[in-house]
């Protein structure tokens, strides 16, 4: 690969954006432009501050949709809609997660031992993985608002209060506070 292809390659904008977490472990065996490929690869490990904040806002509206679309379809007694739709908040979650401290998401086979080797260090992210299991596992309500919850805190602590506030009248009923107004 060229080498201007390889300074692209992985990141936003480009056809293989969807490839960025092959770099989160990958090791530099040899580099003979003293050092500019290990700085590469180092550049592609974590988002830069503007792609941070880019995809945060992004992934969590997306989680927060899913969410909503899956405890409306819930509650409405449409199980697998509501079985679907919270699988799908599950990828955007982790996402958001891992952005919020300016990380790629890993690949799903490799979540358990990306956590493992440098977990997430905020707080209400430390049950994170046990909390996608039983959102996968058994979708309810409670899993759900239990995920909106675990985002909310984060993303409002990091200046992205603003994509949850978009979700307004319906924050309150997100968290379980309040019941679904249609309007």
Request: proline share 6%; net charge negative.
């Amino acid at each position: 690969m060229p080498l201007e292809a390889f300074r692209r390659h992985g990141l936003p904008g480009d056809d293989f954006a969807w490839n960025r977490p092959t770099f989160i472990r990958a090791r530099v065996d040899l580099d003979k432009l003293d050092g500019e490929i290990g700085a590469i690869v180092d550049a592609k490990r974590r988002l830069a501050p503007e792609e941070r904040s880019a995809l945060v806002n992004t992934a969590l509206d997306d989680t927060i949709n899913a969410i909503y679309r899956a405890l409306k379809s819930a509650e409405a007694g449409r199980t697998l809609a509501a079985r679907l739709d919270a699988i799908e908040a599950i990828g955007p979650l982790l996402a958001t997660a891992f952005a919020l401290e300016g990380r790629v998401r890993p690949w799903n086979r490799w979540l358990a031992h990306e956590l493992a080797t440098e977990p997430l260090r905020t707080p209400a992210f430390a049950g994170l993985t046990d909390l996608v299991e039983r959102l996968a596992a058994d979708p309810s309500a409670d899993r759900l608002r239990e995920a909106f919850r675990l985002l909310e805190g984060p993303a409002r602590d990091t200046g992205h209060g603003a994509v949850v506030d978009g979700w307004e009248p319906d924050v309150g009923w997100l968290r379980g506070e309040a019941g679904y107004r249609q309007g």
